[in-house]
């Protein structure tokens, strides 16, 4: 996996030069930071395990957005060194505009290899799993590192209400199977990992199958 505890990685082609600041979350207790355009909903760079390595990427393939002189006005983007950037690393350490409560930004593999284990179990029986559950965060980050979420196929519900159906908290629309929606939605799953820039994939390879 490159994680740039040397020094900063690659950055994805095509988003570089971009404005956004800098997110974090934890898998396994081991936190990553990212750049991330909060206006496009756009993942700016890999997965970096590295405060340093995030900071120095940062000052290399990104914009800030900072007050401008004139009256305090914001929106002001240009580059900015890593002692700038180092400051929103550790901000991303404690505080989010992505994910505000810490716990939502703590995530354990073997959560999420459980939820996708639940969501085979309601293809294989064709029943709803009612302790099924699936973490958004890697999901969203994979759309926001990938070119956006894969549409649902015609007369298929979006992944919140593919969610929600195989849990039992929503029913089963009418000719319907819970084998056919839990299908659809590791379908969407694999493309959403199979999708991803960078190395994003190899942050998530369990929602896969």
């Keep these: ?116 284990s639940k969501l085979a179990l309601a293809i294989r029986e064709n029943r709803v799993v009612y302790e099924f559950a699936l973490d958004m965060l890697p999901c969203d980050l994979l759309v926001a590192a990938g070119d956006g979420m894969p549409p649902p196929a015609d007369g298929q519900e979006d992944i919140e209400a593919q969610i929600a159906i195989v849990s039992g908290d929503t029913p089963l629309p009418p000719g319907r199977e819970v084998a056919d929606v839990a299908r659809a939605l590791q379908a969407r799953l694999n493309a959403l990992v199979q999708g991803a820039h960078g190395n994003w994939a190899e942050m998530f390879p369990m929602l896969e199958s």
Excluded: C
């Design 1 to 116: 996996m490159n994680t740039g505890n040397i020094d900063a990685p690659e950055p994805i082609a095509g988003r570089t030069g971009l404005a956004g600041g800098i997110e974090s979350f934890t898998l396994d207790r081991q936190r990553f930071y990212f750049g991330y355009d909060h206006k496009q909903g756009r993942v700016l760079s890999p997965a970096i395990d590295d405060a340093a390595a995030m900071a120095r990427f940062a000052s290399r393939h990104m914009q800030a957005i900072f007050p401008g002189r004139l009256f305090g006005l914001l929106g002001k983007t240009g580059p900015k060194d890593e002692a700038f950037w180092a400051e929103l690393v550790t901000w991303s350490e404690n505080a989010s505009d992505l994910r505000p409560d810490p716990l939502d930004r703590a995530l354990t593999r073997i959560r999420l290899v459980a939820g996708v």
